[in-house]
């Protein structure tokens, strides 16, 4: 299947970067390149971009489609490890970094990557096809409450109670193993009256991924990595399409443009702690309504970028 993923927000991300002609720029979700060859299009032949990604499947993709380009170096990996990665190549500080966050439109689309609750296929959801944990893993192997706790906190499904125990009770007849499955266990859980505003399954598959691929946890060290390896005045651009993702970037940017720790009572500041980062905008960017009609998967999606100081 070709890898194929319209990128959400381009022209916007690309100006949020403020591209200098010769930086250097790190785009730690590859996917095909979409992004990343507005990127390069805007540097000369001295400046460079490195692409990162998880999926072995985006990077031969987008080796493909960036072809003709000579400045990018490809690192299959998670931005997790940026800090690391941006050591090893010798790279001390960037002028730009983009996150785009979520599942790419090939993933949804493969029907072997199980990231889909309207195609039927076995139960993965691994970004990295390397890693062990596996949605089917989640499904079939957590007790009941670490299997509601995952559906609640990183799904945010009010049905999580009832969606777990009817996990519980069909895995013990028969395992869950592929995404149909899933979904008609959670058809069976939800009331119906519920079930006409949007998929059931929506939330609980959002839940599992998360879990799968520790989204999350690894957004939440990985931003304050990225700016640690900004230079003054480099920027760092994320996108992000749920309310989870949102409020760890929100809160991020907001604790390193204001880190006093002081009590409101304190006439002065004396703890020290300076700005790290200046908000570019305060409000998140979201597409308009032409790219939403385009792109429906663009709906959700949310800008936010931070200036190193």
Known sequence: MKFRHVPVLLQETIDSLNIKE???YVDCTLGGGGHSREIL???????????????????????????????VTYIHGNFYYIKEILDELKIDGVDGILMDLGVSSYQIDNPDRGFSYMKDAPLDMRMDRENSLSAYDVVNKYDRERLYRVL?????????????????????????????????????????????????????????????????????????????KLKPGGRISVIDFHSLEDRIVKLKFRKLENPCTCPPSFPVCVCNKKPV??????????????EKK???????????TAEKI
Do not use: M
Request: proline letters at 4%.
């Open 294 to 304: 385009k792109n429906p998967r663009s709906k959700s999606s949310k800008l936010r």
């Open 41 to 71: 299009k805007s540097l000369s032949k001295d400046g460079k971009l490195i692409g990162i990604d998880e999926d072995i499947s985006a990077i031969d993709a987008a080796k493909e489609n960036l072809k003709e380009f000579k400045n």
């Open 277 to 290: 980062v200046k908000i570019i905008n305060k409000k998140p960017i979201v597409p308009s309504e032409d």
């Open 152 to 228: 609640r906190d990183y799904g945010e499904e009010k049905f999580a109670n009832r969606i777990a125990d009817s996990i519980v009770r069909e895995r013990r007849k028969n395992k869950i193993s592929t995404t149909f499955q899933l979904v008609d266990v959670i058809k069976r859980a939800v009331p119906l009256r519920f079930q006409r505003n949007g998929h059931p399954a929506k939330r609980t598959f959002q839940g599992i991924r998360i879990e799968v691929n520790r989204e999350l946890e690894i957004l939440d060290r990985a931003l304050e990595d990225c700016v640690g």
């Open 22 to 24: 010769n930086g250097t």
